[in-house]
């Protein structure tokens, strides 16, 4: 039996690679709450991406598209970042917001920058109609209050998750390759502040403790060709490898059931999604002590956190793990014991049922 329905919308078009991190959870709350009975309907576009500037356009035009759809419904509906802020003011939404682009806007220059100005302003809106403003961390409630002035009492906190039953299940299943060299994995969406350049910079340090040691970069974005330049300026072709985008789940899967350790020196992050796939895959991670990042990986405990800037104790983290197994695989272990307890969709996405059923 079926219960409430509502809508689910995202101006990011599903399935296309741009904007993956928000496809992602958005894609997750559809699955999870289509398990949980609800009669959900996901509203997205579909179109490719032709550059930063385009691609939010569409996303802005989209959002006019479905006013008239959101207001006859009569649903609840379910938006993300910007989605919403030309809702009519009857339309009942919740607000899921991921990135606080206020706060992201420091990281960019140029178009993308500007862009990201304009973006903002709307995804302040969209929070300011919002019945409600779910935030992925602690760390993002406070900016949302601060850079947005919304009211502490109407933002919530609802984690971000995986679906760790099936996530465990794909790892157990990937084929494991003998005699492969010592190897770090990255995935992330190629944007400056995710601190790429920084984990390629320190790369010869691990090389001199381990001659054979592979870096793998999952992701594409913004940065794919700046990255691309620095590996190949620095000689760095044979240990380094940009995989570019890789969308196809087992593939991932075997990425880091054929990894080491987990590195993503991020400087901004409002949660991490794929900090807690990699600790489900029962590998350790070292990132950076910067904004929601603490409140995900443990520092001494799933991992190591570092200070930004410090690209020396980076590599001496790195090298630890490498060098030290027992050390490795305790850490490893911790962080798929709490991703288990802690962050799987099912418990996560509480918050959202109660104010659905409210």
């Known amino acids: 039996m079926k219960k ?27 699955k999870e709450l289509t398990k949980e009975g609800y009669d959900a309907e996901l509203i997205s576009p579909d179109f490719k991406s032709e550059g ?37 003011h009857q ?24 862009v990201l100005e304009t973006l903002a302003l709307l995804e302040k809106k969209a929070c300011e109609k919002a019945e409600i403003v779910f935030a992925p961390s ?9 850079l947005y002035g ?5 933002v919530k906190l609802m984690h971000n998750g995986i679906f760790f ?27 400056k502040r995710k601190g790429i350049d920084s984990l390629i910079n320190v790369w010869p340090q691990v090389l001199s403790r381990f001659p054979d040691a592979v870096l793998r970069i999952v992701g594409d974005g913004l940065e794919f060709d700046n990255l691309d330049r620095q590996v190949q300026r620095m000689k760095l072709e044979d240990s380094v490898i940009l995989e570019g985008e890789i969308r196809d789940a087992e593939k991932i899967a075997s990425m880091y059931a054929n990894c080491d350790i987990f590195c993503l020196p991020s400087l901004h992050e409002t949660f991490g ?66 991703v288990k307890r802690q962050f799987d969709w099912h418990d996560v996405i509480k918050p959202l049922i109660v104010w659905l059923e409210s």
């Open 4 to 30: 409430l329905a509502c809508n689910i919308v995202t101006s990011w078009p599903l399935r296309s690679g741009i904007g993956s991190g928000v496809a992602v959870v958005v894609e997750s709350i559809h």
């Open 52 to 88: 930063y500037f385009t691609s939010s356009l569409k996303r802005v035009l989209f959002n006019r598209s479905i006013n008239a759809d959101i207001a006859l419904s009569g649903r609840k509906t379910v938006a993300f970042d910007i989605d919403g802020f030309s809702f009519p």
């Open 91 to 114: 339309a009942r939404f919740a607000s899921i917001n991921g990135g606080t682009l206020s706060d992201i806007v420091r990281f960019e220059s140029g178009v993308v920058r500007r």
């Open 138 to 146: 602690v760390y993002s409630q406070k900016k949302i209050c601060a």
């Open 150 to 154: 919304i009211d502490e009492k109407k």
């Open 165 to 191: 039953g099936e996530f465990r299940e794909r790892i157990t299943n990937s084929t494991l390759i003998e005699d492969r060299p010592p190897t770090v994995l990255t995935v992330a969406r190629l944007y």
């Open 273 to 338: 999604i794929v900090y807690l796939e990699a600790m489900a895959a029962g590998k350790p991670v070292v990132a950076l002590n910067s904004t929601a990042v603490p409140e995900v990986i443990r520092d001494g405990m799933d991992g190591f956190l570092i200070e930004p800037g410090d690209g020396k104790s980076l590599a001496e983290k790195i090298i630890l793990l490498l060098d030290d197994t027992d050390l490795s695989r305790k850490m490893g272990m911790e962080g798929m014991e709490r």
